[in-house]
């Protein structure tokens, strides 16, 4: 496939996954809550901090929510926070962390500022302001825990440090994107790499690498963060056109991307770089994982932390759990409920899988709980 003359495919066709579940996992509905009447949009378990890994977070309309999972089904909520802006709407949320090990929820959504709350301490942390346009989605630097990226219809990228409140990198300029932003993650062990996806159809990948003294400085920076020398990075150091249609979610795997299009269907492939050419390279499609009714844009997968299963939802409230570690792909169950027919936006996988959260445009969240042989 060639778009913009910088892409294109290696000529071997990729394996495509069959829509019949073997049947590997079984799982059942344990809870279901009304959380309010707007749209939920996004839900994240807490995979910074391993003592809250069965905790996770919810936004919808100007509210974040905060619960914990327990056995049998059960979700307690923790923490509740309405913002002052009735008119928000929060697209996306993250777990993040200051510098002293304190947990920390950042979300973002239509009025293009974001919300930094210290958990611990129940109060809001930090208000970040910059984009133009509303946030699509906001991501975690696992490695370096105090750094969130976020996304923006605004067409650009900014790197933030949660603890001190600067905005380090702006990603955007004469190389960046097109239209909105709709995705970005950083990769899981390249601390200086991210890849983001948008409305202009492509996935970039940029690298932080020359501007990581930036970074460093953004940590023992002392006057105001306005006053910090934020850097633009204009030129991404790798483009594909992978997707004919807008492109909503993207993830690392390994070396790989997964990445998600409006047209059904979530693909894995490597992107081959040319050293040579900055911003030029071929694409290797390797697998496709087909998500039917899924032809709405910003519904968003999820993978648990070792990437063996990503869970999608789909416009008629159904959730398609794939294996990731085979070939060819494997469907590992397909979850339907009679009363779940809202559009998923999002799902939230558990540490370890077990556990697959839905928050869906009629405001509910769905809890689905793998079955064992000792479960009754």
């Given at each position: 496939m060639v778009a913009e003359g910088k892409s294109f495919g290696l000529g071997c066709d990729p394996v495509v996954g069959s829509l019949n579940p073997v049947k590997k996992r079984e799982y059942r509905v344990t809870n279901r809550l009304q959380e309010g009447k707007r749209p939920l949009y996004a839900v994240v378990f807490n995979f910074i901090d391993s003592r809250y890994v069965?905790?996770?977070a919810t936004v919808g309309g100007n509210r974040i929510t905060v619960y914990q999972c327990f056995d049998r089904g059960v979700i307690a909520v923790l923490q509740s926070y309405v913002d002052e802006d009735k008119d928000e709407s929060f697209y996306s949320v993250c777990w993040a962390c200051d510098v002293d090990g304190s947990p920390l929820v950042a979300a973002g959504g239509s009025n293009g500022s974001i919300r930094v709350v210290d958990v611990g301490r129940e109060k809001i942390y930090k208000s970040f302001v910059g984009h133009g346009g509303s946030i699509n989605e906001l991501r975690t630097q696992v490695l370096k825990p105090s750094l969130v990226i976020s996304a923006s219809k605004d067409e650009s990228l900014r790197l933030w440090n949660v603890h001190t409140g600067i905005c380090i990198l702006i990603f955007a300029g004469a190389g960046g994107h097109r239209n909105e932003v709709l995705s970005v993650d950083f990769h899981p062990s390249d601390i200086y790499r991210i890849a983001s996806c948008g409305m202009d159809n492509t996935v970039k990948i940029w690298s932080m690498k020359e501007f990581w003294p930036y970074v460093d400085k953004s940590y023992t920076w002392t006057d105001l963060p306005s006053k910090f020398p934020t850097k633009y990075v204009q030129f991404p150091v790798y483009n594909a056109?992978?997707?004919?249609?807008?492109?909503?979610?993207?993830?690392?795997?390994?070396?790989?991307?997964?990445?998600?299009?409006v047209d059904n269907e979530i693909l894995l492939w490597?992107?081959?770089?040319?050293?040579?050419?900055?911003?030029?390279?071929?694409?290797?499609?390797?697998?496709?994982?087909?998500?039917p009714?899924?032809?709405?844009?910003?519904i968003k997968f999820s993978c648990d932390f070792?990437?063996?299963?990503?869970?999608?939802?789909?416009?008629?409230?159904?959730?398609?759990?794939?294996?990731?570690?085979?070939?060819?792909p494997i469907l590992n169950a397909r979850l339907i409920h009679p009363q779940s027919k809202s559009p998923i936006r999002q799902t939230a996988t558990s540490f370890d899988g077990s556990t697959i959260l839905s928050c869906c445009e009629d405001g509910t969240i769905w809890r689905w709980d793998l079955v064992t042989n000792n479960s009754h």
């Amino acid at each position: 496939m060639v778009a913009e003359g910088k892409s294109f495919g290696l000529g071997c066709d990729p394996v495509v996954g069959s829509l019949n579940p073997v049947k590997k996992r079984e799982y059942r509905v344990t809870n279901r809550l009304q959380e309010g009447k707007r749209p939920l949009y996004a839900v994240v378990f807490n995979f910074i901090d391993s003592r809250y890994v069965n905790v996770f977070a919810t936004v919808g309309g100007n509210r974040i929510t905060v619960y914990q999972c327990f056995d049998r089904g059960v979700i307690a909520v923790l923490q509740s926070y309405v913002d002052e802006d009735k008119d928000e709407s929060f697209y996306s949320v993250c777990w993040a962390c200051d510098v002293d090990g304190s947990p920390l929820v950042a979300a973002g959504g239509s009025n293009g500022s974001i919300r930094v709350v210290d958990v611990g301490r129940e109060k809001i942390y930090k208000s970040f302001v910059g984009h133009g346009g509303s946030i699509n989605e906001l991501r975690t630097q696992v490695l370096k825990p105090s750094l969130v990226i976020s996304a923006s219809k605004d067409e650009s990228l900014r790197l933030w440090n949660v603890h001190t409140g600067i905005c380090i990198l702006i990603f955007a300029g004469a190389g960046g994107h097109r239209n909105e932003v709709l995705s970005v993650d950083f990769h899981p062990s390249d601390i200086y790499r991210i890849a983001s996806c948008g409305m202009d159809n492509t996935v970039k990948i940029w690298s932080m690498k020359e501007f990581w003294p930036y970074v460093d400085k953004s940590y023992t920076w002392t006057d105001l963060p306005s006053k910090f020398p934020t850097k633009y990075v204009q030129f991404p150091v790798y483009n594909a056109s992978v997707h004919v249609n807008y492109v909503d979610c993207n993830r690392w795997l390994g070396d790989f991307i997964l990445s998600k299009s409006v047209d059904n269907e979530i693909l894995l492939w490597e992107p081959k770089l040319k050293d040579q050419i900055p911003g030029e390279g071929a694409v290797d499609v390797l697998q496709k994982y087909p998500i039917p009714e899924c032809d709405i844009w910003f519904i968003k997968f999820s993978c648990d932390f070792h990437y063996n299963v990503a869970a999608v939802g789909n416009r008629e409230g159904k959730i398609f759990v794939w294996e990731l570690q085979s070939s060819p792909p494997i469907l590992n169950a397909r979850l339907i409920h009679p009363q779940s027919k809202s559009p998923i936006r999002q799902t939230a996988t558990s540490f370890d899988g077990s556990t697959i959260l839905s928050c869906c445009e009629d405001g509910t969240i769905w809890r689905w709980d793998l079955v064992t042989n000792n479960s009754h």
